[in-house]
């Protein structure tokens, strides 16, 4: 377990909390296969949720960091809508006396877009990471709690959410199973322009699927540099966020020192108030970090923040090591691997991934529409973390 690893004596003295991942729920309308919430009537209190905000405002939890971070989770948090409006209320009015300002985002499956969904996200200014896997087929994994189709739904409101949030991102989340990426990247553009994420469930079984997992990356690479040749930029921007890492470590940059925020500059807070290493420590008990009610952060949190890339163990020598600082640790640890330890399925999906990207470099680059694009962003800060994030 994690609490049986050694703490350091002298842990460092400055390393600010910036973002929280909040469950105002844990309860959702749809039953998607692959989510590992447990999907419990649990909705966070009223106390409890502006503590939070206390809890994150606090110096010695955000320390001098203006900028600020809360992405509400679930579960499906607009389900929560007026906790969710309580909380940008209550954080608007708080930081004017702490010289700090609260940005705000939700992941969403989209199924909710009434009135009281459009004035918070419109008063929250928020960014929405909304979850639409390609077309009705590819949706069939996505079900209401009924076992009526969710696609219809989302469809019909996607034009209005990226209208209260145009710099919203829409995540195509994938399996063994579902690999046709290029044609289902197609079928969501159709609906709405928006920027969009490919993002794999890295504890599925991908045994034996490697070679059409590759297929599927080699027709998701024609599509791109197709849209390129047409004058567009391909707004697949979980790759252009690994060709500007990739293009960074060229120029002589450091590769990712970090692993993942994990318990470092991001932290979950569940339903129930506790502090967790990060959102995909929802069910794990034992590794709670304490509750938002306290003043500050144990010293087990320790273990993360000084937690390098060097330390985990084979990334030297790995061909995707120039976009990848590791992995999810929270991955990597609860399928027995160790906090030091790589995920293989995690290495297989990046590796992927980074010589499509890689192609696409080598493509591209001596083009100067390549290098305007690859600097170009589509989306807020919060949701370019976001997609990097575990589904």
């Given at each position: 377990?994690?609490l049986?690893?050694?703490v350091?004596d002298?842990?460092p003295k400055?390393?600010?909390?910036?973002?929280?991942?909040?469950?105002?729920?844990?309860?959702c309308n749809?039953?998607?296969?692959?989510?590992f919430?447990?999907?419990?009537?649990?909705?966070?209190?009223?106390?409890?949720?502006?503590?939070t905000?206390?809890?994150l405002?606090?110096?010695?939890?955000?320390?001098?960091?203006?900028?600020?971070f809360?992405?509400?989770?679930?579960?499906?948090?607009?389900l929560?809508?007026?906790?969710?409006?309580?909380?940008v209320?209550?954080?608007?009015?708080?930081?004017?006396?702490?010289?700090k300002i609260v940005?705000?985002?939700?992941?969403?499956?989209?199924?909710?877009?009434?009135?009281?969904v459009?004035?918070?996200?419109?008063?929250?200014?928020?960014?929405?990471l909304?979850?639409?896997?390609?077309?009705?087929r590819?949706?069939?994994?996505?079900?209401?709690?009924?076992?009526?189709?969710s696609?219809?739904?989302?469809a019909?409101?996607?034009?209005?959410?990226?209208?209260?949030?145009?710099?919203s991102?829409?995540?195509?989340t994938?399996?063994?199973?579902?690999?046709?990426?290029?044609?289902?990247?197609?079928?969501?553009?159709?609906?709405?322009?928006?920027?969009?994420?490919?993002?794999?469930v890295?504890?599925?079984?991908?045994?034996g699927?490697?070679?059409a997992l590759?297929?599927?990356?080699?027709e998701?690479?024609?599509?791109?540099?197709?849209e390129?040749?047409?004058?567009?930029?391909?707004?697949?921007?979980?790759?252009?966020?690994l060709?500007?890492?990739?293009?960074?470590?060229?120029?002589?940059?450091?590769?990712?020192?970090?692993?993942?925020?994990?318990g470092?500059?991001?932290l979950?807070i569940?339903s129930?108030?506790?502090?967790?290493?990060?959102?995909?420590?929802?069910?794990q008990?034992?590794?709670?970090?304490?509750?938002v009610?306290?003043?500050r952060l144990?010293?087990?949190?320790?273990?993360?923040?000084?937690?390098h890339t060097l330390?985990?163990?084979?990334?030297?020598?790995?061909?995707?090591?120039r976009?990848c600082?590791g992995g999810?640790?929270?991955?990597?640890?609860?399928?027995?691997?160790?906090?030091?330890?790589?995920?293989p399925?995690?290495?297989?999906?990046?590796r992927?991934?980074f010589?499509?990207?890689?192609?696409?470099?080598?493509a591209l680059q001596s083009?100067?529409?390549?290098?305007?694009?690859?600097?170009?962003?589509?989306?807020?800060?919060?949701?370019?973390?976001?997609?990097?994030?575990?589904s």
């Amino acid at each position: 377990m994690l609490l049986s690893l050694t703490v350091k004596d002298q842990p460092p003295k400055y390393a600010p909390v910036r973002h929280l991942m909040m469950y105002l729920t844990e309860e959702c309308n749809l039953r998607c296969s692959y989510c590992f919430v447990k999907k419990e009537p649990r909705f966070m209190t009223r106390d409890v949720a502006l503590r939070t905000v206390d809890f994150l405002l606090q110096r010695t939890v955000s320390g001098g960091v203006y900028d600020l971070f809360i992405t509400f989770f679930g579960g499906e948090p607009f389900l929560a809508v007026d906790r969710m409006q309580e909380v940008v209320d209550y954080a608007r009015e708080r930081r004017l006396n702490q010289n700090k300002i609260v940005h705000f985002a939700a992941t969403t499956n989209g199924t909710l877009a009434n009135a009281r969904v459009q004035k918070v996200v419109q008063e929250g200014a928020m960014s929405l990471l909304i979850s639409l896997d390609g077309g009705p087929r590819a949706n069939r994994q996505r079900p209401m709690v009924s076992g009526r189709e969710s696609y219809s739904r989302v469809a019909r409101n996607l034009e209005k959410l990226a209208a209260w949030s145009p710099r919203s991102l829409i995540r195509v989340t994938y399996t063994p199973e579902n690999l046709n990426l290029a044609e289902r990247v197609r079928e969501v553009l159709a609906l709405a322009p928006l920027g969009l994420v490919v993002s794999p469930v890295v504890e599925a079984d991908w045994n034996g699927h490697e070679q059409a997992l590759e297929e599927a990356y080699r027709e998701l690479e024609e599509w791109f540099l197709q849209e390129f040749s047409q004058g567009r930029r391909p707004p697949l921007e979980s790759t252009w966020e690994l060709l500007r890492t990739l293009t960074n470590h060229l120029s002589c940059q450091q590769r990712p020192s970090k692993a993942c925020p994990l318990g470092d500059s991001i932290l979950g807070i569940d339903s129930q108030g506790h502090v967790l290493p990060c959102h995909r420590f929802l069910h794990q008990p034992l590794d709670r970090l304490g509750t938002v009610a306290q003043d500050r952060l144990p010293a087990e949190r320790w273990r993360y923040v000084e937690l390098h890339t060097l330390e985990i163990s084979d990334c030297a020598t790995c061909e995707a090591r120039r976009g990848c600082g590791g992995g999810c640790r929270a991955v990597a640890l609860q399928a027995g691997y160790g906090l030091k330890g790589v995920h293989p399925h995690h290495c297989l999906l990046l590796r992927t991934h980074f010589r499509m990207a890689w192609r696409i470099h080598q493509a591209l680059q001596s083009q100067d529409r390549y290098w305007r694009y690859l600097n170009q962003f589509t989306s807020s800060e919060v949701l370019r973390e976001l997609s990097q994030l575990g589904s």
